[in-house]
């Protein structure tokens, strides 16, 4: 069987466990490491398979979700993002080590997702900006879902490089991810990102390198940039006042975006900051401290 037809077969049984018909022996198996071990909901954890050719191709998979592998420290390593809304308890994961002709090499087991307990924001907020009209509702749905197909188109390249960085100067945290919001007595959608207080026109900079993946102004977001990294990871900057960047155009860690602002619905300035794994929500101050270097 080709190398390839391999693959294709293995994409569809990693994750439900099939590969034991291989009859693999322990010196067949792949070295494979969680980071962290026990990693939480609203973590970006990461797979690292370890001890293998460059040219050897890694497919795998965690709860049923495919991962996306990219060379990394005389391995393989894959970003696994756990949505802030993701339940707790065991997923099923599993990986193939594909080298040309030679027998794939397969690891499989279950990873915990921790639960984590998020804070309770009651905020109260002009009634316009949270009872909205038909048209603003439709508009607000078709700018979310404009940011949902960001999300999942994935860019085969790894753009990112060493450790990310925050998109403010100073030392103020940035704070309330997941926060489970009530405005105006209703409970509406966790945040999914970190604010940081910081004053109006405070130059924002871009975590890590990578392309601009969009530039738009929203009813929620208000001015926004969202960076690809490459390999589904995003990250987002929202309220700007202004924006220095253009869709396509492939920005530096640290380069400018913008600044500052209190567009779209915010209750004064402030950068909300978010980052995404594809789909999955995760939490900014993990990404900061994302233990992957180059
Ligand atoms: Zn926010």
């Not at 954890?45 to 060379?71: D, I, Q």
């Not at 979310?144 to 490089?161: G, K, P, S």
Request: with cysteine; aromatic share 6%; charged share 20%.
């Amino acid at each position: 069987m080709s190398g390839v037809a391999r693959a294709g077969i293995l994409a569809g049984c990693v994750a439900v466990g099939v590969l034991a018909g291989d009859g693999a022996r322990a010196g067949e198996r792949a070295d494979a490491v969680w980071h962290p071990k026990d990693p939480r909901v609203g973590d970006v954890a990461w797979l690292h398979v370890r001890n293998l050719p460059e040219a050897a191709r890694v497919e795998g998979s965690v709860g049923g979700s495919p991962l996306t592998f990219f060379p990394y420290a005389g391995g393989h390593a894959a970003l696994v993002g756990i949505d802030l809304e993701t339940k707790p308890g065991a997923r099923p994961w599993g990986v193939a080590v594909l080298e040309g002709d030679r027998k794939p090499r397969t690891a499989r087991g279950t990873v915990r997702f921790a639960p984590r307990r998020f804070p309770v924001e009651r905020l109260t907020l002009p009634r316009a900006m949270v009872d909205l009209d038909s048209d603003t509702e439709r508009r607000a749905l078709a700018e979310a879902q404009r940011l949902t197909a960001v999300f999942r188109t994935v860019t085969v390249e790894r753009l990112w490089r060493g450790r990310f960085t925050r998109p403010v100067g100073g030392t103020v945290p940035g704070t309330g991810f997941g926060a489970r919001r009530i405005i105006n007595g209703a409970p509406r959608s966790p945040h999914g990102g970190i604010d940081y207080s910081v004053p109006l026109g405070t130059p924002v900079v871009a975590a890590n390198t990578g392309r601009v993946a969009l530039v738009a102004e929203f009813f929620f977001p208000g001015r926004l940039v969202v960076l690809d990294h490459g390999l589904g990871l995003y990250t987002l900057y929202f309220h700007l006042d202004s924006v220095a960047v253009s869709e396509g155009e492939r920005v530096e860690r640290g380069q400018t975006l913008g600044s500052v602002g209190a567009s779209g619905r915010a209750t004064g300035p402030h950068l909300h900051f978010g980052s995404q794994v594809g789909t999955a929500r995760v939490d900014p101050a993990a990404l900061l401290g994302l233990a992957l270097g180059d």
